[in-house]
């Protein structure tokens, strides 16, 4: 997860919404991600969606079975869409998303049986350190916005 969050710092150096993932094989990091959506201009491009299409690469295979994703937020609805089709058996998350979490918050897509692979989750880790960065970084851009609008 301390990689997960270093990923995070560089969303958060580039302006985005600091999110960092990446995934590991026999204790080996085979993929990273980081939120690039303003950067590319892409909605797609989530941090969990990065890592999976670098981790697939790497393996030559669409299918990460035995992996572990790290991430720092919980995953919205296309990332965990994302995480089941690539078979991931393990998904850890350091905070929750109450507004878009599809891990329990909103929805839960890592147990719907209806879904032919289940997820095992576990969410909690570094949870102070992956929230207090996104609490500091929506802080910090709520102030900007402010100031923008007092200097007109």
Known sequence: MQQALAEADIAESLGEVPIGAVIVLDGQIIGRGHNLRETSQDPTTHAEVIAIR?????????RLLDCTLYVTLE?????????????IPQLVFGCRDPKAGAVGSIYNFSEDERFNHQVKVREGILQQECSAQLSHFFRQLREQKKEQKNQK
């Open 54 to 62: 670098q981790a697939a690469k790497q393996l030559g295979s669409w």
């Open 75 to 87: 995953p919205c609805v296309m990332c965990m869409g994302a995480i089941i089709l690539a078979r």
